[in-house]
């Protein structure tokens, strides 16, 4: 029976503590942990020679395919932990004309709540209810909250979400009827994390914000860890991920030293472009800068929502990986990212969020500086279902009493 057949018993467990980042500073596991003591995310570590001893590839590949055959690289002890929605592996969907013979689009839009942010969350939450965490805040541009509220409310969490008054309304509306008590604040989202940290320090609620917690990492991670595996276990050259608190791109990047450690894959890693918008870059701009860490962006403004995040706390773990792999930062515009959601609608079917539409934008744009070649194995990822953004209409009416002229149809 899909879906089930990992999560009907508790595996063996291998996460043995938490490291600061950072430092390397050494945490328990097994208790409630925010940011380590530099105030830089903490990432989780797992005994991995016991993992390769325990499990290989072909025992791993024997499963259903959900998210939670990784069960062994992820964090959760008991199968009583997790609030599961329905966790799928995404598909890798081609683009042969907007994209090219070699490009493949990771389809996150199908995951619950119809965004990646699922993966995260699915994850922390479950760590959260472990841990007995009983109310949670979070600051949001959307599908975050979207995501914490559906997976908390499903499992008795208390949930109090802030997003910047400007998200769009599908996004508030479906945090509210997921079960969360939804503020629209008059700020960015660095603004309404302000107001989830003031709140947390004053012992109100848990503060779920990007990286401020570290299970939703080993949530995301998964992406690298699914794509290690439809990639027969060889990874693509290049990966093209929408960034904002980039959560995502640490998470794979993870992932794959994870995998390596365990022997199922070899050293050779993808090309990690990081994307952004053109109107909230602050990544762009470390890179280019050669900085370690990255500035606030100042009146930060895209339609793609999802990447406008002016500061991320895991700054230089984004930039650390995009340069180990010899990828690189990009910007993109707005009327890009729009041109590039007509284009692969139009021209393939598949309607992509904007973010998804800022790697299609952006690879069109590698492919002609040459930072990546049409040959090369591309991954773009689109992080949520289209349908949640605005859309063009071109839509035409026809009225049924009049003559219709059915040539012009
Ligand atoms: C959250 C989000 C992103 C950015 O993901 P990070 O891993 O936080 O950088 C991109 N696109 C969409 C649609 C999102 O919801």
Redesign the pocket.
Known sequence: MPLLTNLTADRKTFVTHLECSMTGEIYPADEVHGLSRVGRPLLVRYDLPAIAAHLDRAALQSRETDLWRWRELLPVRHVRDIVSLGEIETPLVPLPVSGGANVLVKDEGRLPTG???ARGLVMAVAMAKALGIKRIAMPT????GAALAAYATRCGIETVVFCPDDTPDINVQEIALQGARVWRVNGLIDDCGAIVGEGAKQGRWFDFS?LKEPYRIEG?KTMGLELASQFGWELPDAIFY????????IGMWKAFDELEALGWIGPKRPKMFAIQAAGCAPIVKAFDDGTEHAERWENAQTV?A??R?PRAVGDFLILRAVRASGGKALAVEDAAIEAAVQQAARQDGLLL?P?GGATLAAYHYALSAGLVSAADRVVLFN??TGLKYPMADDSRTLDRHAPIDYDAL
């Not at 541009?141 to 975050?144: L, M, P, T």
């Open positions: 965004s990646f942010k541009n959307g599908n975050a990007t995301k929408p960034t904002g608190g980039g959560t995502g791109l793609a999802g990447i995040v969020c973010e992080c949520a």
